[in-house]
T-cell receptor, first 108, second 120 residues
């Protein structure tokens, strides 16, 4: 099983600041089959990034993804009030498909 | 509008059964890979099961293998999760989710979820 470790657990930032979230895989993730989701309480998770760096339909260009070997990153260039949420990475290249434990981005 | 709507959650005793349903609309359901993902209270997301769009092949997390069964009725655009021998640790919000395009792909559409509580 591929274990995804997200850091930090919580990120306290102010609107307008830049957020960088990390996701490290315990093994190589095939063909960058790595996604990022945003999840707010009481809502459905929302796909932000797939293939490590491709934005999903309708997602603001404030969100960007990158990869370096087994290290994946999600960057939010300038936080808007609606961006404060929990973010999960997920690998879908090898069963069982696994999620990271999540990073909460909270208002400082 | 592309939409997924889950139902069937509720309170059940340990060892009991529940059948979750997910109504799909706005996309070609018959060829879409569909999955169930759950979130236990205070925890993160956990993949549960997937069914392919064409062959109908299925895959399960080890934690539910042998107890849960995923199925679909393409004539009704419905996805199901039959959950048997339920345990307290199965208590969670269960989301159905659609795969984006390919057999291996991210989940681009999610339902709002249905809560299953296993407790005596």
């Amino acid at each position: 099983e591929i274990v995804l470790t997200q850091s930090p657990g919580t990120l306290s930032l102010s609107p307008g600041e830049r957020a960088t979230l990390s996701c490290r895989a315990s093994q190589s993730v095939s063909s960058s089959y790595l996604a990022w989701y945003q999840h707010k309480p009481g809502q459905a998770p929302r796909l932000l990034i797939y293939g490590a760096s491709s934005r999903a339909t309708g997602i603001s260009d404030r969100f960007s993804g990158s990869v370096s070997e087994r290290d994946f990153s999600l960057t939010i260039s300038s936080l808007e009030p609606e961006d404060f949420a929990v973010y999960y990475c997920q690998q879908y290249g090898r069963s069982p498909w696994t999620f990271g434990q999540g990073t909460k981005v909270e208002i400082k | 509008e592309v939409q997924l709507l889950e139902s069937g959650g509720g309170l059940v005793q340990p060892g009991g059964s529940l059948r979750l349903s997910c109504a799909a609309s706005g996309f070609i359901f018959s060829s879409s890979v569909m999955s169930w993902v759950r979130q236990a209270p205070g925890k993160g997301l956990e993949w549960v099961s997937t069914i392919s769009g064409t062959s109908g092949s299925t895959d399960y997390a080890d934690s539910v293998k042998g107890r849960f069964t995923i199925s679909r009725d393409t004539s009704k655009n419905m996805l199901y999760l039959q959950m048997n021998s339920l345990r307290a640790e199965d208590t969670a919000i269960y989301y159905c989710a659609k795969g984006r395009f390919y057999a291996l792909d991210a989940f681009d559409i999610w339902g709002q979820g249905t809560m299953a509580t296993v407790s005596s």
